[in-house]
């Protein structure tokens, strides 16, 4: 059997990387293509399994396909304008920057308000649109690579974001009458990024929300789609990456005598965090918790250096680069800091996911400036209609909400586990998400899907 995975771009691999080595582990022979060449953790899988193989993501040569590309983008944008959709100014205005140029122009000619009011009135422009995509045949380069190839199956991540490349990859297999089978990468990508421009065979995600959101918010059928858990956080559940904390400490800079609780930057999407932070490490001065707890700040990958000369007193910031965790040293890094921490803080973010995964208690600071970040957004309100998030209005009564966690009053223990089994480990726990995964793929190569 060989498996076909098409990525946007090598740092995607992070989330099928435990489905590839269980698959090649089971014998079956997986390529992996991607834009970009292999990244660390992709050429540590080739040299781990003979048969894993890379390749760059042959790309389209179809004259339509800039222009394709662009309708898609224009759909996407048009299908969340939809009032049933609830899609937030803040999303629709990041997704602009995605619209083809003549469009760009009519908006700034028109205004966005006024430009999305006269879209709102032409209802038939999605399925306009969606009509274009069907009438264009499949590239035909695209079309000879995978028919070369000659895979059992095609699998795609994350195919609805902007400008998703591996889009043609699938359209090509299915038009060849390949399987063609799109995982969902994130907790947010069915609710904040675009749509799909064709109905896949099979849509594999995380837990019933995410079903529910593949056929309510993108009119998938339900039988098409797959819950396998998510198999980005099966190391999470694991002591693989353990070390002792005398020696994490030592290794990011802390006092190990004391407990610490970790700030978790969010994506640049949150803006710059650093007056947050400076703000809580202040009131923590104030209420003199930093004679009982120390405060370390991860920065996210991507926003690394604007912590560069972010140093509070009492505040260590570590790793000062970021640090994308695809590799077994970022792991190991990234799951002691979450492992050893009394508590996590942010604003935000899926690391709160993996935090409550090693059962610490997370609190968001909900603040009005963040509020488009937060409440506006329908996946963080899975965090609070689970009830294991503490949130705090501002740093003051994060602050508080520390001291409280420091004198053993956390309630929300019960609320972390029944997230844990619902949203990310929906199957149970004998088996991991990677392996659900490889069983389906593998009923779907022998078409026993």
Known sequence: MRILF?????????????????????????????????????????????NVSYGELPKATYKLNRWLRSWRELRSYVHWLSPAYRCPQYLRTRWVSALPRQVRRIIRLLGLPRFEYIISKMPWLES??????????????????????????????????????????????????????????????????????????????????QRREAATLHG?????????????????????????????CQKAGLCPKLPYVVYLDSSPASGDEKPMVSALAQHFQEMGLFERVQLLVRPHPKKAKKWDTMQPQHTVVWPQDGKFVDV???????????????????????????????????????????????????????????????????????????????MGTDNKQAARKSFVSSFVRPIGTKKTSAQITTDFLKRVGNGRG
């Not at 998938?220 to 994490?248: C, L, N, Q």
């Not at 899926?350 to 409440?375: G, V």
């Not at 294991?388 to 409280?404: H, I, K, R, W």
Request: charged share 20%; proline share 5%; hydrophobic share 45%.
């Open 328 to 406: 077994f040293e970022t792991k190991q890094d990234y799951f002691n800091t979450l492992y050893h921490s009394f508590a996590a803080i942010g604003v935000n973010t899926s690391a709160f996911i993996e935090a409550t995964i090693l059962d610490r208690p997370c609190i968001s600071i909900t603040s009005e400036k963040h509020r488009y970040f937060q409440e506006q957004i329908i996946h963080f309100n899975y965090l609070l209609e689970a009830g294991f998030l503490y949130t705090a209005p501002n740093e003051s009564a994060c602050a508080s909400l520390v001291g409280d966690l420091l």
């Open 220 to 248: 998938i059928m339900p039988a098409k789609v797959i819950v396998t858990g998510a198999p980005v956080f099966d190391d999470w559940f694991s002591s693989h990456y353990r070390m002792s904390r005398e020696e994490f």
């Open 6 to 50: 098409v990525l946007s771009n090598v740092t995607f691999f992070r989330y099928v990387d435990g489905i590839v080595r269980q698959l090649a582990a089971e014998g079956v022979n997986v390529v992996v293509w991607a834009k970009d060449q292999p990244n660390l953790a992709m050429q540590r899988c080739q040299q781990e399994f003979s």
């Open 128 to 209: 306009l649109l969606h009509r274009v995509e069907r009438i264009v045949p499949c590239d035909k380069e695209i079309a000879r690579a995978i028919r070369a190839l000659a895979p059992d199956l095609v699998v795609g991540t994350p195919v609805i974001f902007p400008d998703s490349l591996e889009l043609e990859h699938l359209k090509a297999a299915k038009q060849m009458e390949i399987p063609a089978i799109v995982l969902i990468a994130s907790w947010d990508n069915l609710s904040t990024k675009g749509t799909f421009h064709l109905e896949p065979d099979w849509v594999l995600v995380w837990n019933e929300i």
